[in-house]
């Protein structure tokens, strides 16, 4: 089994890592077939969470001049005829033989039936008396095969392909508590990102193998290369060299034991060879297939030595020696549980001499190992396991239910089926399975496999659409199924403490993805979201914030998407070296991070995760190098992207309750160096520059509204430029004199000038005359038609409502109704891409009124509402209509009504 590994940059992304432990994604060796016909393990070596090789890779095989001494029952290894890999017809596979011996080379692979018909025997795999299971990794069929050889063979010990290391962890797979699917995780001590897992499935034969062994009384040992050497530092050993020409087939890929299985067999699909000779075998000999299996691999290896990976040549002689020192310890009386691609190499007789040297030298890391949760979405192919299955739930379901699986596959697609509203009736149910019996007998398949399910369940169940089949694919055939692993498995202390806090707050990790709606005035929300952010902090991602269903603009609601996944147990691991709490280790990384920013926006974004996150003891810090960052900071434009987050900030402290005072003096400090520079920042823009001082106007103004209740005018003079005369909120006045003179300077962008403009007119400071007076010098004929056109995008452009302001002011129509028709025709096509995209923006319903008026012809009087004749608008308020919603309105309001 071939572990899968990560790194601390990036946990998930695939790299190759030491010598081939189990895929961080899941190896797959080729697992028992079911008939004569000899089967493959796909290989695994180890790679990254985010992706893994397809197939567990062999190792180039290790001739030695002598047979190990065996004693006890004499080996009936099989021996096997290769042959050329995909030419000339296959021949039939060898018959077993009574002693060890080496593959006797031939001429092409073992021949492949197409369907389970033949049976290769009942006779184990042996090696000098020693009990060799090749199996392919989470195959159920390999599991029920392994379950009943070591029921008939009643071994002393058991060995198990994965990290030597883990031997000390075994017991823990005995504890009630502990449900697979779960993986052995080990990661560098000293880069806690740099891991590797080991995954295992109910399903799983080494699983199977492990609890067979505890339940009776068996020794179980890993045997696989120790997870320190698969960690360390790369090594030219370690490295699977594309330019080998013995490391690839004769097509220059690595080798896929079962696809050329299947291939012999005449089969183009690997997985449905692989069902129908082992999974949906149906006599009553399980164990039969594992001679054949260990006939085909070493067929394979002969013809193709280590298939394209020869990392694997230093995994098997380290298994070779552990099985030697289980020999001595445990006699004859052992079983060893492997991917069936390096049966052929525990076969074949080398020295000790020449396996330790091939382990000479190897580099180590220091590693630590424990259980962790796995999933089956993890599992599948698709997530980028290269040793994974197809579909991990249909697997658990054939495993779990031997007995009439069909049925209650199909029993249970109608249940979800039925929960999401879908209509399925005990009829359909019945159809259902007769059509997939059906299609099995028409395709020479044995029994109905997941083809033929799902065929049936698309026309009788989702009456041929895959729509409600894909609901069917995701949540059975994948599934999201969890694992498990006890309290007394060894974490760090950091996990520890979220574990902890996942219980007290009643967060329990899913791998399933789900909605999560936070009330911040409940306490017991409230402190899910400040954990939520603290890891967010951390660099643990379990939660994402999420637009909520219910809209609102309070600060009270958050609303996040929650799914665990087993890497996140690596970034745990990684966040541990800040603290041993989750609100210490965020508190320690919060003030590196600020000592470390360089740029105002990301200290003010810290400030922000700071107060999200309830880090109390952070903000002094935090604060502390935002004022001295904002002191130092001269461009208008960093502090205007700031100060919209100190904004939010600040309400953030309001409804969670933190203090921010310090927080709102530098806010304060921020708002009036921005007063200052601001006109000056917005003249002499190019298009693009412009159109981004744009944004950042449209956020300061919102932030000026938030702060002006919330800080204190410093003292000293006011900054120059005009203010609002009698304005109660300072602040807001002087903003409004900023918007004032960007407004009317000449050399700032239309964009711009047109936008405060805007501005001024939402708040009131202008009225429409005003606002019409400001439109029309802009639109004169001596404008030039693009900064005309970017006027108007400014003032009525994108989702401000200035549609609706047109609609509602026919006196502003007709001033934009007149520019357009003086707009000369050589300039009307350069500024027509501008208006279409600043009228594009608009609801429909309110370009379609904008038409019907333009059609009219808008009058152009002045301000004020629109004319009698005017579709939609009466020529003026009619007080006895508006009166009869009162008594509605009181009763939704619950008020009563004065009399």
Same mark, same amino acid.
């Not at 969470?49 to 029952?73: F, I, K, L, R, Y």
């Not at 999401?420 to 059509?435: Q, Y």
């Not at 059906?438 to 169940?461: I, K, M, N, Q, S």
């Given at each position: ?35 004569? %016909? ?85 006779? $184990? ?20 095969? +392994? ?183 445990? @006699? ?16 074949? !007789? ?5 396996? *330790? ?35 991990? @739930? ?16 199909? %029993?249970?697609?109608? /249940? ?65 199924? #969890? ?7 060894? !974490?760090?202390?950091? $996990? ?10 009643? #967060?329990?990790?899913?791998? $399933? ?8 005035? *409940? ?24 637009? /909520?269903?219910?809209? @609102? ?5 958050? %609303? ?7 890497? #996140?147990?690596? $970034? +745990? ?15 320690? *990384? ?31 810090? +935090? ?34 309750? %933190? ?37 950042? #106007? ?27 005369? @009698? ?20 050399? +700032? ?14 708040? /009131? ?135």
């Amino acid at each position: 089994m071939t572990p899968t590994t990560t790194t601390p940059t990036e946990p998930a992304a695939p790299t190759e890592p030491a010598p081939a432990p189990a895929s961080t994604t899941a190896p797959a060796t080729a697992s028992t077939p079911a008939t004569a %016909t000899a089967t493959a393990s796909t290989p695994a070596s180890a790679s990254t969470t985010a992706t893994a090789p397809t197939t567990e890779p062999a190792s180039t095989t290790v001739p030695a001049p002598a047979t190990a001494s065996t004693t006890g029952t004499p080996p009936t290894t099989t021996t096997a005829t290769t042959a050329e890999p995909a030419t000339g017809t296959p021949p039939t596979t060898g018959t077993p033989s009574t002693t060890a011996t080496a593959p006797t080379p031939a001429r092409r692979p073992p021949r492949v039936p197409r369907g389970p018909g033949g049976s290769p025997g009942v006779s $184990q795999a042996r090696d000098g008396g020693v009990l060799l299971l090749g199996v392919r990794h989470h195959g159920p069929g390999s599991a029920r095969g +392994v379950r009943a050889a070591l029921d008939a063979a009643r071994p002393g010990a058991v060995l198990v392909e994965g990290p030597a290391e883990a031997d000390a962890l075994v017991a823990l797979a005995a504890d009630p508590d502990m449900r697979p699917p779960v993986a052995l995780l080990a990661h560098a001590v000293d880069d806690p990102g740099r891991a590797a897992f080991w995954p295992m499935a109910a399903f799983s034969p080494e699983w199977v193998a492990i609890r067979w062994a505890l339940d009776h009384g068996a020794a179980v040992r890993f045997i696989d290369l120790p997870a320190a050497h698969t960690l360390a530092a790369v090594d030219p050993t370690w490295s699977d060299d594309e330019d080998d020409e013995e490391a690839v087939s004769g097509s220059g890929l690595r080798v896929d034991p079962v696809a050329e299985l299947a291939r012999a067999a005449g089969y183009e699909d690997a997985e449905r060879w692989w069902e129908d000779v082992v999974e949906l075998r149906g006599d009553g000999d399980p164990t039969a297939p594992f001679d054949a299996l260990a006939e085909a691999m070493g067929a394979l290896r002969e013809t193709y030595g280590h298939g394209g990976h020869p990392r694997d040549l230093v995994r098997e002689a380290h298994m070779r020696l552990r099985l030697r020192a289980a020999r001595k310890e445990f @006699g004859d009386s052992v079983a060893v549980v492997c991917g069936a691609w390096h049966v052929p190499a525990l076969t074949r !007789a080398t020295t000790v001499a020449a396996d *330790k040297a091939l382990l000479k030298g190897l580099p180590r890391a220091k590693t630590e190992l424990t259980w962790v949760p796995w999933t089956h979405r993890r599992l599948a192919r698709r997530s980028g396991y290269g040793a994974g299955i197809d579909a991990p @739930g249909w697997y658990a379901h054939l495993f779990a239910a031997p007995d009439r699986p069909v049925e209650r596959w199909m %029993t249970g697609v109608a /249940g979800l089926l039925r929960a999401e509203d879908h209509p399925v009736s005990s009829a359909d149910v019945i159809e259902a399975v007769r059509l997939a019996e059906t299609l099995a007998a028409l395709r020479g398949r044995p029994a109905p496999g997941l083809d033929e399910t799902t065929d049936a369940v698309r026309a009788v169940f989702c009456e041929g659409s895959d729509v409600p089949l894909g609901l069917v694919r995701d949540r059975l055939v994948v599934g999201d199924v #969890l694992g498990e692993v006890p309290a007394g498995a060894p !974490a760090v202390p950091l $996990q520890r403490d979220l574990t902890r806090r996942q219980r007290t707050l009643r #967060l329990k990790p899913e791998a $399933q993805e789900r909605e999560l709606a936070l009330d911040l005035r *409940k306490e017991t929300d409230a402190e899910r979201s400040r954990l939520l952010h603290r890891l967010r902090l951390l660099g643990v991602h379990w939660g994402e914030p999420a637009a /909520g269903r219910v809209a @609102g603009t309070g600060t009270f609601r958050e %609303t996040w998407r929650l799914r665990w996944e087993p890497e #996140l147990h690596v $970034q +745990v691991a990684e966040a541990g070296v800040w603290g041993t709490t989750v609100e210490a280790a965020a508190t320690a *990384k919060a003030e590196s991070r600020a000592f470390a920013a360089t740029a105002l926006t990301d200290i003010t974004a810290l400030a922000e995760q700071c107060l999200l996150a309830g880090l109390a003891d952070a903000l002094p810090v +935090v604060m502390r190098a935002l004022a001295d960052r904002a002191a130092l900071d001269t461009d208008v434009a960093h502090l205007a992207e700031a100060l919209p987050t100190l904004a939010r900030s600040l309400r953030y402290g309001d409804v969670r309750g %933190t203090g921010t005072a310090a927080l709102g003096e530098v806010a304060a400090g921020l708002a009036e160096r921005i007063c200052v520079g601001l006109p000056s920042a917005c003249a002499g823009l190019d298009t693009d520059a412009a159109a981004q001082m744009r944004d950042r #106007l449209d956020a300061v103004h919102t932030s000026m509204g938030l702060l002006d209740d919330r800080t204190d005018p410093p003292e000293g003079p006011a900054p120059p430029g005009p203010a609002e005369h @009698g304005d109660p909120r300072p602040l807001r006045g002087r903003w409004a004199g900023v918007l004032r003179r960007i407004a009317g300077r000449d050399r +700032v962008s239309g964009v711009l000038r047109g936008r405060a403009a805007r501005l001024l007119l939402d708040e /009131g400071r202008i009225g429409g005359g005003e606002a019409a007076l400001l439109m029309s010098r802009a639109l004169s004929p001596g404008t030039p038609p693009a900064d005309a056109a970017a006027w108007i995008d400014g003032f009525v452009g994108g989702t401000s409502g200035g549609g609706l302001l047109l609609v509602h002011d026919e006196h502003l129509l007709g001033l934009v109704d007149d520019w357009l028709t003086s707009v000369p025709d050589e300039a009307f096509t350069d500024v027509l891409p501008l208006l279409r995209r600043t009228f594009s923006a608009y609801e429909p319903g309110v370009r379609r009124t904008l038409g019907e008026l333009a059609a009219r012809g808008p009058r152009s009087g002045g301000p004020g509402p629109a004319d009698p004749g005017t579709p939609g608008f009466g020529a003026a308020s009619d007080p006895a209509r508006a009166d009869r919603v009162l008594p509605l309105l009181h009763l939704i309001l619950g008020t009563e009504a004065r009399t």
